[in-house]
């Protein structure tokens, strides 16, 4: 049986820039392909800066998980054989990999769920990295207005393979839920979140 690889951690200035807090981690086996197991070491974090600030500038109406990020690594059982590259895998991951993660988006309550395009980027180690892009639509139980969200999923061959996922508000917090307010975590479009993603991908890569 292969040993499950080692967690992503998060750079230390990505998790304080981001307000990132680890909620949940995991190990599982995320699904099968012919003759191998695929298993994720997960890790996933929330920004609880911006939670708390939408909690404070709607006096507790509003506490709500709006922006999260999550890590994975991935191992195989049994493991590959040694001339096989993670590169080679990656036409036979991506397809698992998408609908994988539309599910788990699902299955978190959110709503609307659809793929809108792909890229490729390098991180700073030269990494190819494949984006996925979704839109999706949290209804905000509890809220009298939904919050759409724009969410990607990242992959690139590492050794292990590492995923990366993420999903974020499309449109600032405060213009959403009519807030007066300048504070920075609420007034953040989504280019902003965007643009802050791909550095912490960058970084990670």
Not at 10 to 20: I, K, S, V
Request: charged fraction near 30%; proline fraction near 10%; glycine fraction near 8%.
């Amino acid at each position: 049986m292969a040993s499950d690889p080692d967690p992503l951690e998060l750079p230390e200035d990505q998790r304080e820039a981001g307000g990132w807090e680890p909620v949940e981690e995991s190990v599982e086996t995320l699904f099968e392909l012919p003759g191998v197991r695929v298993r994720g070491t997960m890790r996933r974090y929330e920004d609880e800066r911006t939670r708390a600030a939408l909690r404070e500038a709607t006096d507790g109406a509003i506490d709500h998980q709006v922006r999260f990020v999550a890590t994975t690594r991935l191992g195989f059982e049994p493991p590959l054989p040694p001339a096989t590259l993670p590169a080679m895998l990656l036409p036979t991951l991506l397809p698992e990999a998408r609908g994988s993660f539309a599910d788990r988006l699902r299955d978190r309550g959110l709503t609307d769920v659809s793929r809108d395009g792909t890229e490729r980027i390098r991180g700073d180690g030269r990494s190819r990295i494949r984006l996925t892009r979704y839109r999706a639509t949290d209804p905000m139980p509890g809220v009298d207005r939904e919050l759409p969200l724009e969410c990607w999923l990242a992959v690139w061959p590492g050794d292990p393979i590492a995923v990366v996922t993420t999903g974020y508000p499309a449109t600032p917090l405060a213009s959403r839920f009519d807030l007066d307010t300048k504070e920075p975590a609420l007034t953040r479009g989504g280019n902003d979140y965007r643009q802050a993603f791909l550095s912490l991908l960058r970084a990670l890569a």
